[in-house]
Each structure stands twice: as structure tokens, then as C-alpha cells.
């Protein structure tokens, strides 16, 4: 069964660091360009970032760019999300998510993970 | 970056209502528009590609048209297991940009 599952997820006090991991099964995840969206509780999807598949090439939000950092194993399957001084406006469902094998033809999302919750709260 | 501006926030029909959303971008995406819905505690689901592609097994009452910056999602006899959040996304090239949502609700 092919499936991605978040894990990391927990509470993490304002200004703490937090990394998520996203792994695979069924699929090989190097051939795959890769997401990271979040869901704050009871709003809308917000994209966070995206890496190429041999993770040279990585994309992100404006309002996260310098704070979040996306990353992958390609030996270990994993995707990662290294999340820094956060704050409670980061509590979110965050979802890693697979793309395409090529970006010239879009960043079309077409697997999801259920989600890692991450609260920010003192 | 392109913005990704959906209308109406959200929106109540009655079964059988042909119900319309809206999605514009700040910029022209040619045909870079997917559609999905959410329904609560789950997972978004993929209903539409290259703005008008209808994604396999997603029932024929769900059309989406335009191309450029004006896109709309139309459902054509509104069913009680329609009732959802939707939202556009444009997949161009990153950021991969998601409209505000659109509740809709019976």
C-alpha cells in the first residue's frame, strides 16, 4: 500500500525548534518531488515548501522562508521539515505530500499524508 | 508571488442547486489549476486538474473551466455528500498557492 506518514509532531514551547520526518512506503521516494503543506485548526491550506527529487532544488513559502527548511534521505525514504523559533501562529496539521518526478510540467500534488499536529503553546 | 483569490467564502444551496466557485489568480497560470475538497477530519482529495480534467473516480457533477487567471468549479445538482471545503490551488511552479477555501454546506 503505497502511504506517506508524518511523525515528529508534539508540543513545542514559542521560540523552540521542531522537526517532523515524513516516510514512505510503497513508493520510492527519490523519484518524487515532495511538499509540505500545514492546516492551522479550522483554516485553510497554506503551502509551505517543496524539494526536487534529488533534493538539490528546494522552494518555499515567503513567510516561512528563513525559519522552516525542507530536506530528504533519499537513502532513508524520508522527507523532513526542520521548523525554528516557532511561534503559536505555527500550530498546524502539517501535511508532507508527493509531486511529480519532473517540474516542468507543474508541482501537481497527487498523494497525501494524514498529517503531523504540531502546537506551539507555552 | 501569484495570489490565489477564491469567492465565495463559503455558500449554502439546496440539493439539486447548481452551486459555482470561483478562483482568480494575480497573474495568468495558463491551465495550472487543480480543484480538491476537504471534509472535516480528512485528508484533501483531488478533484480536478489542468483546470478542467476531471480526476478518475470523482463523479461527473463536478466541472471545472478557464484558463489564464479566471477559473471556476461548478457543481451541476448539489448532493448531501458534496458538502465540503474546497479549494484552487495553482501547481505552475512553486509556491504552489492555495485559495482561501470555500465552505459549502446544504
Known amino acids: 500500500q503505497v502511504q506517506l506518514v508524518e511523525s515528529g509532531g508534539g508540543v513545542v514551547q514559542p521560540g523552540r525548534s521542531l522537526s517532523l520526518s515524513c516516510a514512505a512506503s510503497g513508493l520510492t521516494l527519490r523519484d518524487y518531488g515532495m511538499h509540505w503543506v500545514r492546516q492551522a485548526p479550522g483554516k485553510g491550506l497554506e503551502w509551505v515548501a517543496l524539494?526536487?527529487?534529488?533534493?538539490?532544488?528546494?522552494y518555499y513559502s515567503d513567510s516561512l522562508r528563513g525559519r522552516f527548511a525542507i530536506s530528504r534521505d533519499n537513502s532513508k525514504n524520508t522527507l523532513y521539515l526542520q521548523m525554528n523559533t516557532l511561534t503559536p501562529d505555527d500550530t498546524a496539521l502539517y501535511y508532507c505530500?508527493?509531486?511529480?518526478?519532473?517540474?516542468?510540467?507543474?508541482?501537481?500534488?497527487?498523494?497525501w499524508g494524514q498529517g503531523a499536529l504540531v502546537t506551539v503553546s507555552s | 508571488d501569484i495570489q490565489m483569490t477564491q469567492s465565495p467564502s463559503s455558500l449554502s444551496a439546496s440539493l439539486g442547486d447548481r452551486v459555482t466557485i470561483t478562483c482568480r489568480a494575480s497573474?495568468?497560470?495558463?491551465?495550472?489549476l487543480a480543484w480538491w475538497q476537504q471534509k472535516p477530519g480528512r485528508v484533501p482529495n483531488l478533484l480536478i486538474y489542468a483546470a478542467s480534467t476531471l480526476q478518475s473516480g470523482v463523479p461527473s457533477r463536478f466541472t471545472g473551466s478557464g484558463s489564464g487567471t479566471d477559473f471556476t468549479l461548478t457543481i451541476t445538482s448539489l448532493q448531501p455528500e458534496d458538502v465540503a471545503t474546497y479549494f484552487c490551488q495553482k501547481y505552475n511552479s512553486a509556491p504552489a498557492t492555495f485559495g482561501q477555501g470555500t465552505r459549502v454546506e446544504i
Open positions: 497573474h495568468g497560470i495558463t491551465n495550472y
Open positions: 505530500a508527493k509531486g511529480p518526478r519532473e517540474f516542468w510540467s507543474g508541482v501537481l500534488i497527487d498523494l
Open positions: 524539494i526536487s527529487p534529488d533534493g538539490v532544488d528546494k
